[in-house]
């Protein structure tokens, strides 16, 4: 019982009083209690099992404005009839409607109800009274009265009287028929047996304010109890979207392991796009089915003339590098080609190029654009987690501490390094994670060690630890997503019910 909240009480008491079933607006009329405080009490009655709320569809009747017309002024038969009786008992249509102040519309329908009701006759144009004196109320009227008086209606409460009355108003179009879902509430054997101990209505205070504090009231009165457990509304407050929050948590690892954040612009040259980076100018991955080219600007300019040598005579015949190249004529002007860089090792490339001299610890998450078919688990546009490490004596090993660290701070305990080849590292690796819910491996990031035909054109002479990676994948392992679309597809849904990532 002292768990019981002032309005719940109120409810229990209003519902005795109504013999144990009631409508809401019934009980809130009993009670006092306003129409909100009332369902508050029947959910948290209901979860205690002293009540039983349920629903049941019924049909309102109310008063239109014609029926509030007729109302206030008496049904037009009435009238006319009141109007005959002052005229004697007898007189002709015309001048009885003229008594009445009947509008000839009005007068006409005033005529068919005064003789379905028996009240007049009418013979050649003269109206006669059928009875002395104005005839008591019928149920037509009855209930319009009843109307007025509740303002609204539900019709299966009308006794059969009243429900043939609300046919006549019904084709005399004088009523407004709705259909509503009326809550019910009642009371339980256990809801009973709490009103049978008896109920003790005493007000409570829900908020303690200075006032009662400082006059010492605070002892005198009764406090409401908050019950902290029970269910709220669900909130969504602002918040960063997901993806963001696992780029923001990214970044804070690699700040962690003692890296720099570096940014580039999202259009490159395809010199440090691709020949930088010793991809030939034929291969595949720089057609246009790979790569999107600007068309507006369509060129951009190449760094110092000593470099670009060195980077063509690189790919013609491998230059100092003890490498064959590629055995092609370097085209400058294909190097000049702007593009949505493919990827962030653009922008790592182009740092080493001034920045020769060890230690160096940068990384990267940033934008890169792909000419993908858009799938599940392909899209156009999506972010790069890009790094380099350069040291005097740094090896393939560090690589695989520095990777395996950074994914295990995002929960992957299981971190596995499978060979495998790309253009400008050599050796090469593809980190391999396990996941957990799909219980399959799945790739990550690819890593692996400048050649020396990337280095040697940017003066580089010590070994340089580099890797790159689709943060989006990591993405939907860390929020359990088996389609990289969802990222992207504002579904407010689902933004809402993602939780903070850790």
């Not at 006092?32 to 959910?43: D, E, N, Q, S, T």
């Not at 019924?58 to 038969?77: F, R, V």
């Not at 950074?406 to 499978?418: A, D, H, I």
Request: aromatic letters at 8%; glycine letters at 8%; hydrophobic letters at 40%.
């Amino acid at each position: 019982m002292s768990e019981l909240r002032l309005y719940e009480k109120k409810v229990l008491l209003a519902l005795k009083e109504l013999n144990g079933k009631a409508s809401i607006d019934a009980i809130a009329e009993k009670s006092g209690l306003a129409h909100a405080a009332v369902m508050r009490a029947a959910l948290s009655l209901s979860e205690k099992g002293m009540i039983k709320l349920y629903e049941q569809k019924m049909t309102i009747a109310t008063l239109n404005d014609e029926g509030w017309s007729y109302l206030e002024k008496g049904l037009p038969e009435r009238r006319l009839l009141k109007a005959i009786i002052e005229l004697g008992g007898r007189a002709s249509i015309e001048e009885a409607s003229k008594k009445a102040s009947l509008p000839r519309e009005l007068a006409s329908i005033a005529l068919g109800w005064l003789c379905r009701k028996g009240w007049a006759t009418i013979e050649e144009g003269i109206c006669i009274s059928k009875i002395d004196g104005e005839p008591p109320s019928g149920s037509d009227e009855e209930l319009m009265k009843l109307l007025a008086e509740r303002g609204k209606v539900s019709i299966e409460y009308l006794n059969q009287e009243q429900n043939n009355a609300l046919g006549i108003l019904k084709k005399r179009k004088l009523v407004n028929l709705n259909e509503k879902v009326q809550r019910f509430l009642e009371l339980t054997d256990a809801g009973w047996k709490i009103i049978e101990k008896g109920i003790e209505i005493a007000e409570e205070v829900t908020q303690l304010t200075p006032e009662l504090i400082i006059t010492g009231k605070w002892r005198r009165i009764r406090l409401a109890k908050f019950d902290v457990e029970a269910p709220t509304p669900p909130v969504y407050p602002g918040k960063a979207h997901p993806l963001q929050q696992i780029i923001k948590r990214a970044r804070e690892i690699f700040l962690e392991m003692g890296f720099t954040e570096i940014r580039g612009p999202l259009v490159e040259t395809a010199f440090w796009n691709f020949d930088a980076l010793f991809q030939p100018q034929d291969h595949p991955a720089r057609e246009m089915m790979d790569t999107f080219y600007l068309v507006n600007p369509s060129m951009g300019k190449l760094p110092r003339d000593s470099l670009v040598k060195a980077v063509a005579q690189t790919h013609e015949n491998g230059w100092i590098t003890g490498s064959k190249g590629w055995g092609y004529r370097w085209n400058p002007m294909e190097a000049k080609k702007l593009v949505l860089r493919t990827h962030t090792t653009a922008e790592t490339i182009k740092y080493l190029a001034t920045h020769k001299k060890p230690p160096i610890k940068v990384f990267s998450v940033d934008r890169v654009y792909r000419n993908e078919q858009v799938t599940y688990k392909n899209i156009a546009e999506f972010h790069q987690i890009e790094g380099i490490v350069m040291g005097r004596n740094v090896t393939f090993r560090d690589l695989m501490g520095v990777l395996k660290t950074f994914y295990t701070k995002f929960g992957l305990e299981k971190v596995e390094f499978w060979p495998c080849y790309f253009p400008y590292t050599e050796p090469s690796a593809q980190v391999m994670v396990y996941h957990p819910k799909l219980k399959r491996w799945m790739e990550l990031c690819g890593m692996g060690m400048f050649r020396p035909e990337v280095l040697a054109p940017m003066g580089i002479k010590y070994p340089v630890l580099a890797w790159g990676g689709g943060l989006e994948r990591l993405a939907m392992i860390e929020l359990g997503l088996n389609d990289i679309r969802t990222l992207y597809g504002n579904n407010l849904g689902w933004l809402r019910r993602t939780p903070l990532c850790r």
